[in-house]
């Protein structure tokens, strides 16, 4: 484990882990450890005045931008040399250093109830006026504080405050942190009309980045910089009809490692608690690797979050987390479930309306095209598509677009080029354990499946640890025959192995392989032993699947099929790819065989004859 830091006091340890540090004041003050990226300032400055940046949740974007306040605040510049020292821009700063008065919001502070949502803004965004106003008092022109505040609104608040700045020769930097939570989850829980009178009505939000608009074109504007941070373009889009507040870095290659730690930050991160970042690198790559936010890929990035709580367990007991994903980092299915489902009012109404057909199951009325794209993805582990850069809420049921939001969301990854387009691709192991459980969600949620998850994720253990298979394939079939909803919706190879892999990938134990994720020519998923996290497993599967539909259904057909899988499990079973990953595991060939939904032959196949 290398120079294992585990036994020693805290006070004798060189740092402290940022694991969910934000705030840099407090980072330096604390001796946390820094992995700095105080290189790219300069490039920030070059890339434009008025920036906006997207990245996956968890990636460090808040810590960044409180890097940057204390960079360019006026008011820090005293305490430049103690807060950044050792850092790369201590020894190279810009002529903008400490040149610019900083006012800072972060929008998850803002509640998003649609009730309570204008009030919890104004409210907030007056506090953190009031603070910046005393912060500057003795920078800004006499009564300041008291015309800005005596404005009704954060719109009128802020156009207030441009004019002082711009009267008085002083120029605002404007950074905003999650500029899209509470519009997000306005739509999430509210609905889309909700979302619409927020963002397309002549409310407060629009009415706010109306201020920003005009000064961002403004001649002499107070406005010097702009800064936007958050997961995804639609609500900027929304806000501001089209995109036009400022330049979009999100794609530009230069900033793909500006958040997340690139091999080469991991290591010194990792030698810096004394421990050797070598031995952990083949899990943290599986895990938490491979994220590339340009098509060129320059380099690939670790989420920081996952680095971060990994690290935090090898220094607390000498030993990698027991659950290798962080709880922090998910992503809540409901952040997705309105892209997934129709809302069942709305189904309603247009099938009585003739707009849906009468005979469709219910689980496809309520299961829009997104779900199908999303299950497809998973399947297949990747989708050419291009990414766009921006788009309305109401474009999400477009391929492009729905695409293009699980990308930004850290769901998809830059992967190379396929026949003159992008190829992305889910980056790794977490995402794809996150996947299969929004697809769980959503057939629970659409009324397609619904099973007891404790119950199959125990006998998920039986098979890893008694070689007791049979339980689980017999248990999933007995629960689709007796669900009609389901049988209506599992027809087809396809939709019986995703529909399976959902549910294999509760599972801790195994690492699940399919066919898609191993370019074809393997079996159609195999189930690895995990030996990193449960050394002592005892038994790995391979298993075939093979479909009839009832209507092509005869006993002729079945041995045929069967047959056939027999023959492939053997030759499977020698394949290094199989051989790399088993061990002393005992591999257990199954063939499985559906008419329709219906499971109608299983068995455990012999090597040999």
């Not at 020894?91 to 649609?114: I, N, W």
């Not at 603070?131 to 300041?144: D, G, M, Y």
């Not at 609104?153 to 905003?176: D, M, N």
């Not at 941070?229 to 009809?241: H, K």
Request: aromatic share 12%; charged share 25%; proline share 4%.
């Amino acid at each position: 484990m290398g120079r294992s830091t585990a036994n020693m006091s805290a006070t004798d340890r060189p740092w402290r882990i940022p694991y969910g540090v934000a705030d840099f004041i407090k980072l330096r003050e604390g001796h946390e450890y820094y992995v700095d990226k105080t290189r790219y300032l300069p490039l920030l400055e070059q890339a434009g005045r008025f920036l906006f940046l997207i990245r996956p949740r968890r990636f460090g974007k808040s810590l960044l931008q409180s890097v940057m306040e204390c960079y360019y605040d006026a008011g820090w510049a005293e305490r430049f040399e103690e807060l950044f020292a050792g850092t790369w821009i201590a020894e190279h700063p810009t002529p903008e250093k400490g040149q610019y008065l900083t006012l800072r919001f972060d929008f998850s502070a803002v509640r998003s109830d649609p009730k309570l949502v204008e009030e919890s803004f104004e409210h907030y965004t007056r506090i953190i006026l009031i603070e910046f106003l005393q912060t500057h008092a003795n920078r800004l022109p006499p009564k300041t504080q008291e015309r800005v505040l005596a404005e009704r609104t954060l719109a009128h608040r802020l156009e207030r405050l441009l004019a002082e700045l711009k009267g008085s020769g002083l120029q605002l930097y404007l950074f905003i942190d999650e500029y899209d939570n509470f519009a997000n989850n306005v739509l999430v829980n509210a609905g889309r009309e909700a979302y619409r009178e927020l963002t397309h009505s002549s409310g407060f939000f629009r009415d706010f980045f109306a201020v920003l608009k005009e000064a961002v074109g403004r001649t002499g504007s107070g406005l010097a910089r702009l800064f936007i941070t958050g997961v995804s373009p639609i609500t900027l889009d929304d806000v501001t009809s089209g995109f036009n507040i400022g330049r979009n870095i999100s794609l530009d290659p230069r900033f793909n490692a500006l958040l997340g730690f690139t091999h080469a930050e991991m290591e010194r991160l990792f030698d810096a608690f004394g421990q050797d970042f070598s031995a952990h690198r083949a899990v943290i790559d599986e895990w938490y690797d491979h994220y590339h936010f340009h098509a060129e890929r320059l380099e690939p990035v670790v989420n920081s979050d996952m680095a971060l709580y990994y690290l935090h367990s090898l220094v607390d007991i000498d030993k990698p987390p027991r659950e290798l994903i962080d709880h922090n980092v998910r992503i809540d299915y409901g952040k997705l479930r309105h892209l997934l489902a129709v809302d069942q009012h709305l189904a309603d109404r247009e099938r009585a309306q003739g707009q849906m057909p009468g005979e469709l199951p219910l689980p496809e009325a309520r299961l829009n095209g997104n779900f199908s794209r999303l299950r497809a993805i998973i399947e297949s582990g990747e989708v050419v598509a291009q990414i766009q850069s921006s788009f309305p809420a109401e474009g999400l049921l477009e391929p492009e677009n729905f695409v293009s939001l699980i990308y930004y969301l850290g769901l998809l990854s830059f992967a190379g080029e396929r026949e003159g387009a992008p190829l992305l691709r889910i980056p790794n192991r977490t995402v794809r354990q996150l996947m299969y459980g929004y697809l769980r969600a959503a057939y629970d949620e659409a009324g397609v499946f619904r099973s007891s998850t404790y119950r199959v994720a125990e006998m998920l253990r039986h098979m890893a640890y008694r070689g007791d298979w049979r339980p689980f394939f017999d248990y999933l079939a007995e629960q689709i025959a007796a669900q009609a909803s389901v049988r209506d919706f599992l027809q087809g190879e396809k939709m019986i192995q995703g529909f399976l892999l959902a549910w294999l990938n509760l599972s801790p134990y195994f690492r699940v392989f399919s066919e898609a994720e191993q370019a074809g020519g393997f079996v159609d998923l195999y189930l690895a032993p995990f030996y990193f996290q449960y050394p002592d497993m005892c038994h790995a599967y391979l298993i075939e699947l093979k479909y009839v539909s009832r209507s092509e259904d005869s006993p002729a057909k079945r041995k045929q099929l069967l047959d056939d899988a027999r023959a492939q499990l053997r030759r499977y079973a020698g394949d290094e790819r199989v051989r790399a990953q088993l061990g002393e595991a005992a591999l257990h060939p199954i063939v499985l065989l559906y008419s329709g939904w219906e499971l109608v032959h299983r068995e455990a196949v012999a090597m040999t004859g």
